[in-house]
């Protein structure tokens, strides 16, 4: 581990002080480590890179110098004498939830730092490390802290208004997201959007990388589902010549493709687990190898990850990893769908009806009250992108003598198709379930019946049923359908 850290060199040092924000350069960070080499190893590196030091050889005398100097960041070792780090990291969190907590734990047992994130650390570092490796855990933890601080701040305040190109939020609800932009944009934070489909997580994911320090470098999107998986990890990773039949030559997958700049991976509750291993290592070690390759490739991406699924209900069902899980929740930002900030609706609406009308040429101008009521009445299960394509539908289609108005005047009720047909037939339906089914059984039948439909293909099954593949096969094992009778896709 030493010869590890030495090899860095003061050269090494000193590019991770240039290559790290220097603002917390007068953090307290409190470490405990009871190897007496080891503990004086990080007291003498950290204070090299600015920050003030606290150190303890047990839990015990961790607590004590933790209520007397009240540091910004702890970093502790999850094996100590008498009480154990992952103790020890209770007792903090006791002291205080919100204190950020770097947890060291040896090559190999892995699953003890994951445990402890479940306590509640906020990132872990496997030995041996080097001092850039620590250093940047370090910084990343305390500018996501103060990210945390500044946004409750602003939650109990919320008295500027943000605005970003392509995005109207005028709501108290979407005003909170791009806040949350704000603050985290300027940092190195991996970014988890979380919402239903259609509620804008591209355009969000676009202003978190056009207002950070990587707005000059690629912004490159790939989506998880829209990539058969025998193919995603070269999309991904990229290939070598011959890694499989039909690869004549060389490819660049996303990473390098985004190197210097911002990833963004949509779906990434669909990624197969295979994938999700490299993820993880390229997010801990910014390396890599292509499909076939055995040379190692470094990139400096950000990722910004969305998924419309439940990821804690995929961990349960196996079908995500944990440490996967914790490495992209460093900052969440959950996305409120249209129906839970329906005063934005408005705005929203003009907002299509220039823009369409523009790329149109047709004299629309506005809406008419009565158009706008069936707006505001509408359950929106398709959230902002059934908006728009309502909007474009109406204008693209729009005729001053269909509807009865002089050319440059407004869309009126008669332009604005709703596809309301489910709730009329949830809203006049006399059972919950058919008469003499349980629920268990529906299941069953309408997982089967989905798969007719497809032919037998799983992931077109999967998008009527509005799961992911995933979730599906877990569904088909849980039902008894076995999987090789039906078509991949």
């Known amino acids: 581990m030493y010869e590890r850290w030495h090899n860095g060199g003061p050269a090494g040092r000193a590019a991770a002080r240039n290559s790290v924000n220097t603002r917390h350069e007068k953090a307290a960070i409190l470490v405990v480590e009871d190897e007496t080499k080891m503990r004086r190893l990080l007291e003498l590196q950290l204070g090299e890179e600015g920050f003030v030091v606290h150190s303890a050889a047990d839990a015990e005398t961790g607590l004590q110098l933790l209520l007397r100097e009240k540091p910004d960041l702890v970093v502790t070792d999850l094996r100590l004498p008498g009480m154990s780090g992952l103790e020890f990291l209770q007792a ?19 699953e003890s730092a994951v445990e402890a994130m479940k306590v509640g650390a906020s990132d872990y570092v496997t030995k041996p490390f080097s001092l850039a490796e620590l250093v940047l855990v370090i910084r990343k933890e305390l500018d996501s802290h103060r990210l945390r601080e500044e946004n409750r701040s602003l939650r109990e305040a919320l008295g500027h208004r943000y605005a970003y190109d392509n995005i109207v939020a005028q709501s108290d609800k979407m005003q909170a997201v791009l806040a949350l932009v704000e603050r985290v944009a300027p940092t190195s934070s991996t970014v988890l959007l979380g919402g239903e489909s259609g509620v804008g997580k591209d355009l969000i994911a676009r202003a978190i990388h056009e207002h950070s320090q990587r707005a000059s470098g690629p912004f490159v999107k790939i989506n998880s ?13 990229g290939y070598e010549k011959g890694a499989f039949s039909g690869a004549a030559g060389t490819k660049q997958g996303k990473f390098e493709l985004a190197d210097k700049g911002t990833l963004f991976l949509d779906e990434i509750g669909d990624v197969p687990a295979a ?45 995500f990893r944990e440490d996967l899980y914790y490495r992209l929740n460093v900052v969440a930002i959950d996305i409120p769908p249209l129906r839970d900030h329906k005063e934005d ?62 050319a440059g005047s407004m869309l009126d009720a008669a332009d604005i198709y709703l596809d309301d047909s489910a709730m009329r037939s949830a809203t006049n339906s006399t059972h919950v379930l058919p008469p003499g089914m349980t629920l268990e059984q529906w299941e069953d039948e309408t997982i089967r019946e989905a798969l007719r439909r497809a032919n037998g293909n799983k992931s077109q099954a999967a998008r009527t049923l509005g799961l992911s593949r995933n979730a599906l096969r877990y569904r088909l094992s849980k039902l008894g359908v076995h999987d090789p009778e039906v078509k991949e896709s």
């Open 275 to 319: 994938i999700q291993v490299k993820l993880l290592r390229v997010l801990q070690d910014r390396e890599f190898e292509r499909l076939g390759g055995t040379k190692t490739h470094r990139v400096d991406v950000r990722l910004v990850a969305a998924t419309n699924r439940d990821l804690r209900a995929a961990l349960e069902e196996g079908t």
């Open 225 to 237: 589902t829209a990539i058969p998986e025998t193919l995603l990890e070269s999309e991904l990773f």
């Open 345 to 406: 609706i408005p705005a929203l609406a003009n907002y299509f009806i220039e823009r369409y009308a523009r790329e149109s040429a047709k004299p629309v101008t506005g809406i008419t009250p009565e158009a706008m009521k069936r707006l505001m009445d509408y359950h929106w299960p398709g959230n902002v992108r059934e908006l728009q394509n309502i909007i474009e539908r109406g204008v693209t289609l729009y005729s001053a003598n269909s509807s009865g108005t002089p």
């Open 92 to 110: 903090v969190k006791r002291v205080n939830a919100a204190l950020p907590v770097v947890v060291m734990t040896a090559y190999g047992t892995v």
